[in-house]
């Protein structure tokens, strides 16, 4: 009896610590795994210094974590890093970082006057796509799209482009990216635009792009 006793103590120790060992390295795996899909700052910095012919990978840029988020606001306000504010600005946006609005929008605040270089212009360009990215995790994107469509054109000029051609790019784009967030307070800003439009083009811009983002809320809500 005490022999048969030993034993089954025996058999359920040898249970116990074989399933300690599983679960042990279940969670190496995890642990290793997260690791894998995170990218390290470094990974971070060269996906905005890199250049694309079709642009960011998405699937990259959703792998940022925290750490790379803070080196890339980091770059968004150094002199020197200009040339990849654009790229910089879009990653955050992807990546939805909540510091990402608060240093994208003292980017924003930046006082600019006279001609800029082409990377301040494609930075302003790249601009409303990121918030429209950002919306979906920092809902104060959204307030700034609607800011940029009803602004003014901005006090800067790159070649040809100034006053009220400037104006219609940024506030074209910014209704581009509203109707990409699918989203329905999205949805709400571009009808009040829409009763409020004189400019036919604009306005055939703007039913294009609701039936654009009646399509993404489809797609988002499956």
């Given amino acids: 009896m005490l022999r048969r006793t030993a034993k089954l103590n025996l058999r359920r120790a040898s249970t116990s610590t074989g399933s300690a060992c599983w679960l042990g390295l279940a969670l190496l795996l995890l642990a290793n795994l997260a690791s894998a899909q995170t990218l390290t700052v470094d990974e971070t910095e060269a996906l905005v210094r890199a250049h694309y012919f079709e642009g960011m990978p998405r699937e990259e840029a959703l792998r940022i974590g925290p750490a790379g988020a803070r080196r890339l606001i980091e770059m968004l306000v150094d002199p020197g890093e200009h040339s990849s504010h654009g790229q910089i600005m879009l990653a955050l946006g992807l990546s939805g970082s909540p510091e990402a609005m608060d240093a994208i929008q003292a980017w924003i605040e930046i006082p600019r006057v006279g001609e800029v270089d082409r990377h301040m212009f494609r930075a302003w360009q790249v601009l409303p796509y990121a918030l429209g990215h950002l919306a979906r995790s920092d809902r104060r994107a959204l307030a700034q799209l609607d800011v940029l469509m009803k602004d003014g054109p901005p ?37 009040r635009v829409l009763r409020d439009a004189t400019d036919v083009q604009f306005e055939q811009h703007l039913r294009d792009a609701r039936a654009r983002h009646r399509e993404r809320a489809r797609e988002v809500g499956r």
């Fill in 155 to 191: 006090n800067w000029t790159f070649r040809q482009h100034r006053g009220p051609r400037l104006g219609r790019m940024t506030r074209d784009a910014a209704v581009t990216s509203l109707a990409e967030t699918g989203m329905p307070e999205a949805g709400r800003i571009l009808d």
